[in-house]
C-alpha cells in the first residue's frame, strides 16, 4: 500500500471511546469514513470501566470491541495505525494525513481524537499497580476501595484537594507529603485537612509495599512503613495534540496543561478540524468522551450537507 492516495469524506484519528463515537455517527450519516487507531488506550491499565450507563463494571477492552464491531457495520473503514504527520491541501482538497504504514489518505474533514497519556510518579510500585490499588480518579475506582486505609502520594499542585475529596470513599486518609516541605503547605489548607481527619506525614516516599499482588503499605526513605491498601495519585496529564499543533491550532493554558481552543462542539482554530475527547480537556470520563465525538461527528455531517447544496446551487 506504499505510495497508494485513498480519499475518504472524513478521517478520524484515534479509536478511543471519542473516536469511535464519531465514527459511529458518521458511519450512520452514511459518509466515508476512515478511523486510524493506534491501539493505545489510556484506560487499558483498568481492570473495568465504571460510571458509563449500561456499561457498568464492562472491561475496557471489550467496550472497544463491541463499539468496533458497531462501528464496522456502518461500513467504516478502520486501520491499526498510526499518523504521522497531517497536510492540509487547497481550497476543498481537504487534509493528507500520512500513515505509519507509508500510506497516505486524504479527507475533507478531519477528527483528532488522539487522547492522552498519563505520566505517573517516579515511584516503585505506583507504575506497576496502576488501574488496580494505585488509581487517580475516585468517580472512577472509589466504590471499588471504599472504606481501606487510603493513602495520597503530594506530587501536583491537585493532590491536596484529592486527599479533601476521597474522604467521601474512606474515612482513613493519609496524605504523604512526599516531596513537598510541610512548611510550604498554606494553614487553610492544612485547616482543611485537620478538619477533613486527613492525616498529613511528611518525609519523601520510597516505594509502595507490595504483597501478596497488592499493595499492603507505604515506606518512606526512613524506613517508616504506613500500612494502606489504595493509593491515590495525580499524574501529569500529557496530551497527544502534536497533530493539532502541526496545523497551527491555537492552544490554551489549562490547570492539567495545554489544550486546544475548541468551540461547544470540538471545531477547532484550523477550518475543517474538530478534536474530542481528551485531546481537548484532560479531565474527561469514557462518557464525556463518547458525547465529544456524536457532537463532532454530527457537526461536521450537517456541515458538508448544507457545502455540498451551497455548491449545486452555485453551479
Not at 69 to 95: K, N, Q, R, W
Not at 131 to 153: A, K, M, N, Q, S
Not at 193 to 211: I, K
Request: charged share 20%; proline share 6%.
Amino acid at each position: 500500500m506504499t505510495g497508494k492516495t485513498d480519499a475518504y469524506e472524513v478521517i478520524v484519528i484515534g479509536g478511543g471511546a471519542a473516536g469511535l463515537s464519531a465514527a459511529l455517527i458518521l458511519g450512520r450519516a452514511r459518509r466515508r469514513t476512515l478511523l486510524v487507531d493506534a491501539g493505545e488506550p489510556r484506560n487499558a491499565p483498568a481492570a473495568h470501566m465504571q460510571g458509563y450507563l449500561s456499561r457498568d463494571g464492562m472491561p475496557p477492552a471489550e467496550f472497544l470491541a463491541v463499539g468496533r464491531e458497531e462501528v464496522a457495520s456502518y461500513g467504516v473503514e478502520m486501520v491499526h495505525d498510526i499518523a504521522l504527520d497531517v497536510t492540509p491541501g487547497e481550497g476543498a482538497e481537504g487534509f493528507a494525513v500520512q500513515l505509519a504504514s507509508g500510506r497516505t489518505v486524504r479527507a475533507r474533514r478531519l477528527v483528532v481524537a488522539t487522547g492522552l497519556a498519563d505520566e505517573l510518579p517516579p515511584v516503585p510500585g505506583v507504575a506497576e499497580r496502576f488501574g488496580r490499588d494505585v488509581i487517580h480518579c475516585p468517580y472512577c475506582h472509589g466504590w471499588e476501595v471504599r472504606d481501606r486505609p487510603f493513602g495520597v502520594l503530594a506530587t501536583s499542585p491537585m493532590s491536596i484537594h484529592q486527599a479533601l475529596l476521597v474522604t467521601q470513599w474512606s474515612k482513613d486518609v493519609t496524605l504523604f507529603l512526599h516531596t513537598t516541605n510541610e512548611a510550604d503547605v498554606p494553614d487553610e489548607d492544612l485547616r482543611k485537612l485537620a478538619a477533613a481527619g486527613v492525616d498529613v506525614v511528611p518525609g519523601e516516599v520510597a516505594e509502595l509495599v507490595v504483597e501478596d499482588d497488592r499493595v499492603t503499605g507505604v515506606r518512606l526513605a526512613d524506613g517508616t512503613v504506613h500500612a494502606r491498601s489504595a493509593v491515590f495519585v495525580a499524574p501529569r496529564f500529557v496530551p497527544r495534540t502534536a497533530l493539532l499543533e502541526g496545523l497551527g491550532a491555537e492552544m490554551k493554558e489549562t490547570p492539567f496543561g495545554m489544550a486546544p481552543v475548541v468551540d461547544e462542539t470540538g471545531r477547532t482554530t484550523v477550518p475543517g478540524v474538530w478534536a474530542a475527547g481528551n485531546a481537548t480537556l484532560m479531565t474527561q470520563q469514557v462518557v464525556h468522551a463518547a458525547g465529544d465525538g456524536y457532537k463532532a461527528a454530527a457537526t461536521i455531517n450537517n456541515e458538508m450537507v448544507m457545502e455540498d447544496i451551497e455548491a449545486a446551487v452555485r453551479v
